[in-house]
């Protein structure tokens, strides 16, 4: 989940901005290695071609000698190729340890899939670098400045990723996109490479609407994956091998399904760790006229997004006597103080479920709500979710304010409904 972070999103930018350096002096080197080569070419077919260029001649003996015995061997044994490749991989170790891995390209995934579902996006438009939703009478959630798409294996990654954890609602919808890209590109260019890709995506496709329940549809795809198909015999006990493993996975993976990646991160911030903190907490003392001195409030927690990053559905307060919050001996959260850091530019609103309304992400607004009621009860209608930031770095602060404190602040009632 490390490249969740927008901020890492912008270091492995930046990281592949050094690679592309790297490649840049490798493929100056090889040019000028490939230079000489050419040169050294046509000089001796020049030669070759001249009809006046007799072995008689003593010189050009001479010369013909020295090259089959001296400069052939150094050109044909030269490691300048290796060593220029291996200042490449050399480059690229160096690098390669904050460099996002495979962990981090499923993270990535799943927010995409988280997007298309709390949006109601359509994936054919994603994967054309719109964030359009499925009824097309509305219109786009955000509008990049530059569209990018997806190529057809991006989408058979994407669809890959769902697959395996046994999601299959998802992985047709991706592979299908996949399946598409790769029928368009089928023999168009580089049939070699673009081949066992189609073939691939077919077959996890039709897997998916076997295991989907979609059997009819399931056996026309892998007839098609057997038209394309060079496979020997190999396949059949390779197809039992893949039941199984997906069984696994659908029996045992699923709860892995939305873990890490797409959490938030969050700090914990003393009003000692700046003036700013100090002067934000006197702020928020005054507006809600609650005593927020320790241990009647907790410290300040600030919280970043990343790429698609939302939270759950949750109260604030605690709903269990065992709640770890109790550990402040200072009773439930009366109240929070919720302080949006930055804007979006889609997504990330904050949903009140219950209460049915939600609130957008506007730079330093603050919203403040009791998550209890003066009997103590917790409020049902405080149930909030933080939604998948669709483009943008959302960060917020919270103030969880607690009941000790506010006795004469906010006094007490028997009645249910205050
Ligand atoms: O970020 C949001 O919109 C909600 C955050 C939240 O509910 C929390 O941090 O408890
Ligand atoms: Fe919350």
Redesign the pocket.
């Known amino acids: 989940d490390t490249f969740s972070a927008l901020r890492s999103v912008r270091q492995a930018r930046g990281n592949e901005g050094r690679l592309l350096r790297r490649l840049r002096a490798y493929l100056r080197e090889e040019s000028a290695r490939l230079r000489r080569l050419s040169r050294f070419y046509e000089k001796v077919r020049a030669l070759h071609q001249d009809p006046s260029a007799s072995v008689d001649n003593p010189l050009l003996a001479f010369s013909l000698i020295k090259r089959l015995s001296s400069d052939w061997p150094s050109v044909v044994y030269s490691s300048e190729a290796t060593e220029n490749s291996r200042a490449l991989h050399v480059g690229f170790q160096e690098l390669q340890r904050e460099l996002p891995g495979a962990e981090d390209l499923d993270g990535a995934a799943r927010a995409l899939m988280r997007l298309q579902d709390v949006y109601a996006l359509s994936v054919k438009g994603m994967a054309n670098g719109l964030f359009q939703p499925t009824s097309t009478d509305r219109p786009p959630l955000y509008s990049p400045g530059r569209r990018v798409s997806l190529s057809a294996d991006d989408c058979f990654h994407v669809g890959k990723v769902a697959y395996d954890t046994g999601d299959f609602y998802h992985s047709i919808a991706w592979l299908e996109e996949a399946v598409s890209r790769f029928r368009l590109s089928y023999g168009s260019w580089n049939p070699e490479e673009e081949r066992g890709s189609l073939e691939d995506a077919l077959d996890y496709l039709a897997f998916s609407y076997f295991m989907a329940g979609n059997i009819s549809h399931a056996l026309t795809l892998s007839r098609e994956f057997l038209h394309y198909g060079t496979w020997g015999s190999d396949v059949v006990p390779g197809s039992w091998g893949e039941v199984l493993e997906c069984l696994y996975h659908l029996y045992m993976g699923l709860g892995q399904w939305g873990a890490e990646v797409g959490c ?1 991160h ?1 700090a914990w911030l003393k009003d000692t760790a700046d003036p700013v903190v100090r002067a934000l907490e006197l702020r928020m003392a005054a507006i809600t006229g609650l005593d927020l001195r320790p241990p009647y409030a907790e410290y300040l ?1 600030v ?1 970043n ?1 990343g790429l698609g990053g939302h ?1 759950e559905p ?1 109260f ?1 307060h605690a709903t269990s006597r065992k709640s770890p919050l109790y550990r402040m001996k200072s009773g439930n959260r009366i109240a ?1 103080v ?1 302080i ?1 850091l930055s804007a979006v530019e889609a997504g ?4 009140f479920i219950y209460a049915n309304f939600s ?1 957008p ?1 506007v730079k330093n607004a603050a919203l403040f709500w009791w998550n209890l009621r003066r009997n103590g009860d917790g409020d049902g209608d405080t149930l ?4 998948p930031v669709l483009a943008g770095d ?1 960060w ?1 602060a ?1 103030k969880w304010i607690h009941e000790y404190g506010q006795e004469f602040r906010r006094p007490c009632s028997r009645d249910p409904r205050d």
């Open positions: 938030p969050s927690q919280v997004y939270y949750h604030d929070t919720m949006y990330g609103s904050t949903a609130v992400v909030h979710a933080g939604c959302k917020v919270n």
